[in-house]
Each structure stands twice: as C-alpha cells, then as structure tokens.
C-alpha cells in the first residue's frame, strides 16, 4: 500500500511541476492564444472561432443580408451644346465650346430577381447612360423602365445572372425610436453602412416632392446615398433614402426616406402600364383657419377646407362646393391638405369613393368618382 501511495505522490509532483514550468515560460498555452512574432516583437493573439457569433448589438446580420442587393449607379450625360458650335467663325474667335459630359452618383435597390432596382428620379433624371456596379463588383447598364416624378422614384432594369434581391418590408409597422440602416454609396467611396433610429414619421410640406410621406433619420446619409436602402434591424427594406437638410452638404443628422409603402404602388404602377395612375378630384383645398372658418361660415373643427371646385370635374359633378369640409375619404380620416392629396391620389380613377362632407350644419356622404390625375408638365427639384 505504501508502494503505491509513494508513486501516487511523485505522479502529482511531475504534474504540479509541469504545470508551474509552462505557467511561467509559456502561459499562452494555457490560454489557448498563439503568439506570432513580427520584426521581433512577440504578440499574444486571441483564437478566432470559425464560425465566431455577432457581438451584442451588432447590425452585421442586418448588414449582410442587405448590401449585397445595395448598387451604385453612376450616369453621364452628353454637354450642352452651342447651336453656333459648328461654325468656324465662332470656334475661330470663341474656340472650342464643347465640354465634358456631364456625370452623376447615385444608388439604387434590386428588387426582384428579373433585375428591377428602384432608385430616385433625381438620380437618373436626363442621363444618356446608366451604369449599375454590384456589391461584388460585376457591372451592367441599365434601362429606364419608367420615372415618377411626383415621389421622386424611378424604375431601371438590368440583366445578369444570379442577381441577390432585398426584403420588402413593412414601412406601416415602423415607430419613432427603432433603430435603421442606412446603405448607400456617399460621394464615391464605395458601399457604406450607417445606423441610426427612426427620428419622425410622417414628414411632409418640405417641399421636395408633391407626395411627401417621408421617414426621417439621423443615420447619416450623405450625396451618392440617393437612392440607397434604409432597412431594419433584420435587413429588410423600410425605405429608398432620397434627401437631407443640410448647410455644408454633408450629413446633419437629419435625412428623409421614402417609405417602401409608397415605393411598392409606383413600382407596380410603372411596371405594369408604365405609368402611375392617381386619382384626382378637381378641387382647391386648404386647411382650417381661423380667418377661413370665418370666411366660409365652417362649422367643422377638423378636415380640410374647398375654397374652389373646378367646373364640371368630378368633385363638382358629385356635388361638392366651396365651402364645404372634407372630413373622411374612402373611411380614412382627413386632417390637413397633405392627407387629402395623397389619400385621393390613391383612389383607382373611374371608382367611386365615398366622401364624408360637413356644409355647415349638416353632414353628408357623397360617391365621387375620381379622374385620373393630370401628369406634371415638369417637377424642378
């Protein structure tokens, strides 16, 4: 017995020996580090798992799922030219007029696996060739399948093979608080990821666009990020960034997004007809004041005022007058102008809606039939 307790003794007195001998000289091997040496210096490195989670609070996920369907586009287009350019009198006293093409940044969203990628109008507004550049650097040029000037949305169409595609979100579900990134390519120094939280939603009047219904961020977006995804938390499309309010021109925390809702109508719009058809009912609103209450003896305390119908549209053939309130559309609520605007233009033209209307003392609901909304000769953004 004593035998065995003395080898007992002196196994456990190599081991403990051992182990102090490697703590001393080699304690990264007790660690499970590696030590690489450069120029002489020796660095204790971390082992990196193979398949190593996201920190907490990491966007990674978010990031990867969206960016590879995130594109720049790059545009140019052709000079103006002199109508005296080929006269060689004036070339011989003015020289040579002729400049270099014009060329612009932008980026755009694919959306489906056919090659459509919305964008802004502004992005691709007069431009004679369109360059689409992928995430994984493989480029191809892009059609214009149609523009709405109105949001300031426009449709491209690409064709390669294998195209990664975005998921549409649900715009409606966002609230003021959530966090959101923005994916984009700011003035040319290729894809960048920013996040921030949903600051307003909502956001209209700022005069930008006609239909304004904009999300507003302080993720930082920048010139060349027109165009780009605002996306969640889980990667999925929430808006098509569009406009900052800035006085360098650089990011001030403050960034407009054109909720997916609304880019989801125009795509379907300009690629099936190639327009977007709204509705329009031919009148001349305003929102409730004091001084036009008084004017037009309104006794309502909410909806939006007529002051004017035009003759014989569709708001005077249903017999609407001036001087009548607006309270609901179609059993949507309406507060201000801005509502009313866009919630007629989504009325179907030749489809009766029923109108909720206060003249005076009295309540009526009248079926108008909207037209069609007359197309902008121009839009000057």
Do not use: C
């Amino acid at each position: 017995m004593r035998r065995y307790w003395l080898l007992f003794s002196q196994a456990v007195t190599l081991v403990l020996a051992a182990w102090f001998v490697v703590a001393t000289l080699k304690p990264d091997w007790l660690r499970g580090a590696s030590v690489t040496t450069h120029t002489g210096v020796a660095l204790v490195e971390a082992p990196t798992p193979a398949h190593a989670p996201p920190p907490v609070g990491s966007f990674r996920q978010a990031a990867q799922r969206a960016s590879a369907a995130v594109v720049s586009i790059n545009t140019s287009k052709a000079p103006p030219s002199h109508p005296q350019l080929n006269d060689p009198w004036f070339r011989f006293f003015f020289g040579d007029q002729g400049g270099q093409p014009q060329v612009g940044l932008g980026s755009g969203v694919i959306i489906s696996p056919e090659g459509y990628i919305l964008t802004n109008n502004h992005v691709v507004e007069g431009a004679d060739e369109i360059e689409v550049t992928l995430n994984d650097s493989r480029t191809a040029q892009a059609k214009v399948i149609g523009t709405d000037p109105e949001t300031d949305l426009a449709v491209l169409k690409i064709t390669l093979d294998r195209l990664p595609v975005i998921t549409l979100g649900n715009s409606d579900s966002l609230q003021v608080g959530d966090q959101v990134l923005a994916i984009g390519n700011p003035f040319g120094v290729g894809q960048t990821v920013t996040s921030g939280i949903v600051s307003a939603l909502g956001r209209n009047q700022l005069g930008i666009n006609t239909f304004e219904n904009f999300i507003q961020t302080d993720a930082a977006i920048n010139p060349g990020n027109s165009g780009g995804a605002l996306v969640d938390v889980n990667g999925q499309l929430m808006g098509v960034n569009t406009a900052i309010y800035s006085r360098s021109g650089g990011s001030m925390g403050i960034g407009f997004a054109i909720p997916v809702s609304t880019a989801k109508q125009v795509l379907e719009g300009i690629v099936k007809e190639g327009v977007v058809r709204r509705g329009w009912i031919g009148v001349e609103p305003a929102d409730l004041s004091p001084d036009l209450m008084e004017t037009f003896g309104v006794k309502a305390r909410h909806g939006v005022l007529v002051t004017g119908v035009l003759q014989n549209g569709p708001a005077a053939q249903a017999g609407l007058r001036p001087g009548d309130v607006i309270v609901d559309v179609a059993g949507k609520p309406i507060a201000n102008v801005s509502e009313l605007l866009t919630t007629v233009a989504a009325l179907k033209p030749g489809t009766p809606a029923a109108f909720k209307v206060q003249r005076r003392n009295e309540a009526l609901e009248l079926n108008v039939t909207p037209g069609e909304r007359p197309r902008p000769r121009a839009m000057v953004r």
